[in-house]
């Protein structure tokens, strides 16, 4: 499928710097990258005639990454009890300003800062890919910058 191929050429690193921001690992972004494309792939007689493919692809990513924590979650809790939450971007090494300041960010807040801020979507378009409405987009957008902001700040 040619027109797959271009697509997946122009979105990989897309998808993939998306999902190592909101993951916080590289494995794990990888897989969701790859179970995403996988999950297009499939649809993609239907996902091609879209208005937005890309769109569709990124929240697929969303999706995946929601369920794979939720998983991981739930088998956390049912092995360990209930178990503390910790971020799973407190075991990402510390190498760069923007990791450190995203770690105290909901997954929500750093989804919505990536969709807007990093891939360039507006907060109707991130609404749409995440499922909620542009005025959660905007205020999850300001509050995870305003927390990443104070973070950066305090770290000076």
Same mark, same amino acid.
């Given at each position: 499928m040619p027109q797959f191929e271009a697509f997946f050429e122009e979105y990989s690193l897309k998808v993939f710097g998306a999902m190592c921001l909101v993951a916080g690992n590289r494995q794990e972004a990888e897989e969701i #990258? /790859? *179970? +995403? %494309? &996988?999950? !297009? =792939?499939?649809? =993609? *007689?239907? !996902?091609s005639n879209l208005e937005d493919p890309a769109g569709f692809l990124f929240r697929t990513a969303m999706? !995946? %990454?929601?369920d794979r924590t939720r998983r991981a979650t739930? +088998? +956390?809790r049912r092995t360990l009890g209930l178990a503390d939450r #910790?971020?799973?971007l407190a075991a990402v090494e510390d190498r760069n300003e923007l990791v450190s300041a995203m770690r105290r960010l909901t997954p929500h807040q750093r989804a919505a800062l990536v969709l807007t801020g990093y891939l360039g979507y507006s907060s109707s378009e991130a609404a749409g890919? &995440?499922? !909620? /409405? +542009?005025? #959660?987009v905007?205020?999850?957008s300001t509050k995870g910058r305003a927390t990443a902001r104070a973070t950066a700040e305090g770290r000076r």
């Open positions: #990258t /790859q *179970d +995403a %494309f &996988l999950r !297009v =792939w499939e649809r =993609w *007689d239907r !996902v999706n !995946v %990454f929601r739930l +088998a +956390a #910790t971020d799973d890919i &995440l499922g !909620v /409405q +542009a005025s #959660t905007r205020a999850l």
